[in-house]
């Protein structure tokens, strides 16, 4: 998809070709002066006459009509050079991207050195680009009556640079992009179609494509080992369940395991707690854990980094039948401790109990486990940020480093003894699955944290940030991707 070349002439032929535009410049530079002089000044004419945009994430087309070799220039305003960061950055390629989308070009070209900063490198900024060109193009294949007509793609890109780290960052943003759009594909895929039997089938396609192990638990299994919070929420469905867990081994001995652990609800109905009929159908996105977690999965897979990584899905779905659980059933869980369901939509830390469970046992010696937990989050947070749980702040640091080199939004909810003991007031079993309405987002990852005991954990979720009812620079509304770059990115510093 991606060329790199060292020098750009104003003599190139190309179909489109990208420049950055500043918005602190007294007069234009480097290429843009090059190709006003060309214009005879008449760029700098129609910037005077706001005819071409220097604000921030602003996309003006030119038409050239043969006076330099490219037949269309996109001029991308960035703004005050001071005042750009890495994600404006990264949106406004997104933004030209769809422009060029929408247009249906199939080539482009961009002077990847019009877009520096003191801040950012041109590894970093090719990595931004290739993430962009890959997420801000993205739709979903849906089921709608197709027309003839040629679908047509961005395929070709020539990036002028002379950096040698370009193509490096070129391939980690393409890789980047690659695991959000997997995320976003499984994640806006209606709940007939993905069940857990499909969600065990695409971890699987992806661990085969890139030589990594799995293993699929069946119900039977998870009897014979005492998976019972799991299998309680699966009594609803006629799907049966599946623990989906896959192994990359980045390392020559199988040590320091890093445990990926996602979400793997297809669809849920809230069981007898059933949820309003409104909206309903954006259930099929509670799922949007295992999303992220295989995205990664496809990032780590292309980038291959030194990490032994664990890959670990409980996956289900929560509806109601005869056999379904119900407010009061008492349910032991795979680490021996009981669980007394008092809302059956609080099902997510009943499946993720176990996968963590399951992870430990598989030698997991760090957890981050990825959920649209709680409409709790949702209140407190909003839907541009993913709370976040720990028992361990140096391993937090590492996961929000991380979040933070990628331009995601985490916020650190507090786990104080008052809210642990809320999950003790149970007359009947170890633990409560539902305490009510106060603290809901901390009591709910501090649940699944009850599980992971004093193995470093971090918990995300993600109810708030997986599903987006509007567009974006980056992308469709629908599925997001969430936390994919966080994990990724995890998954190569890991130390």
């Given at each position: ?131 962009a060109v890959v997420a801000g193009s993205y739709a ?321 979720d993600i109810a708030g940030t997986a599903y987006s ?27």
């Amino acid at each position: 998809m991606f060329t790199v070349k060292a020098n750009w002439n104003k003599d190139k032929a190309e179909e489109a070709l990208l420049i950055g535009i500043w918005s602190d410049h007294k007069k234009l530079e480097g290429i843009a002066a090059v190709l006003d002089e060309a214009f005879n000044g008449h760029i700098t004419e129609l910037l005077r006459e706001g005819d071409v945009s220097v604000m921030a994430k602003s996309v003006t087309k030119l038409h050239t009509f043969g006076i330099v070799g490219a037949k269309r220039l996109y001029f991308i305003g960035l703004g005050r050079r001071a005042e750009a960061t890495y994600e404006s950055i990264r949106e406004a390629f997104g933004k030209a991207v769809q422009m060029l989308k929408r247009e249906k070009r199939e080539k482009a070209a961009i002077v990847l050195e019009t877009f520096e900063n003191d801040r950012l490198s041109s590894e970093k900024l090719a990595h931004a680009f290739a993430e962009a060109v890959v997420a801000g193009s993205y739709a979903f294949e849906n089921y709608k009556e197709r027309s003839n007509e040629r679908d047509k793609k961005l395929t070709e890109i020539t990036v002028y640079s002379s950096d040698s780290q370009t193509g490096a960052g070129l391939s980690t943003g393409h890789a980047f992009g690659a695991g959000i759009n997997t995320a976003r594909n499984l994640v806006n895929t209606p709940g007939n179609l993905l069940t857990p039997k499909d969600l065990a089938r695409a971890a699987m396609e992806i661990a085969i494509k890139y030589g990594m192990e799995y293993e699929i638990l069946e119900r039977e299994d998870m009897e014979r080992l005492g998976m019972g919070a799991l299998l309680a929420v699966s009594q609803g469905s006629d799907e049966p369940p599946k623990m989906i867990t896959v192994k990359y081994k980045g390392r020559d001995t199988w040590d320091h395991v890093l445990a990926l652990v996602g979400k793997g609800l297809t669809f849920d109905s809230g069981g007898y707690s059933i949820k309003p009929g409104a909206n309903m159908h954006e259930m099929k996105s509670d799922m949007g854990g295992s999303g992220s977690v295989l995205g990664a999965m496809e990032a780590v897979g292309r980038l291959k980094p030194k990490t032994n990584l664990l890959f670990v899905i409980p996956s289900s779905e929560n509806l109601i039948n005869g056999k379904a659980m119900k407010p009061g059933d008492v349910f032991t869980s795979l680490s021996g401790k009981t669980i007394e369901v008092r809302n059956t939509d609080a099902e997510g830390r009943l499946i993720l109990a176990d996968a963590i469970t399951y992870a430990k046992e598989m030698g997991a010696d760090y957890l981050v486990d990825v959920a649209t937990l709680t409409g709790g989050v949702v209140v407190a947070l909003g839907d541009c940020t993913t709370g976040a749980l720990t028992n361990d702040e140096v391993f937090f640091k590492q996961v929000s480093q991380s979040a933070g080199h990628e331009g995601e939004l985490l916020w650190l909810l507090p786990s104080h003894q008052p809210f642990k003991d809320m999950l003790r007031s149970s007359d009947v079993a170890d633990l409560n699955n539902s305490t009510g309405r106060l603290g809901h987002a901390i009591t709910g990852g501090l649940f699944v944290g009850e599980f992971a005991g004093k193995t470093p954990w971090v918990h995300l979720d993600i109810a708030g940030t997986a599903y987006s009812s509007k567009p974006s620079n980056l992308g469709p509304k629908g599925a997001t991707g969430v936390m994919v770059r966080t994990l990724a990115r995890l998954a190569m510093n890991f130390k």
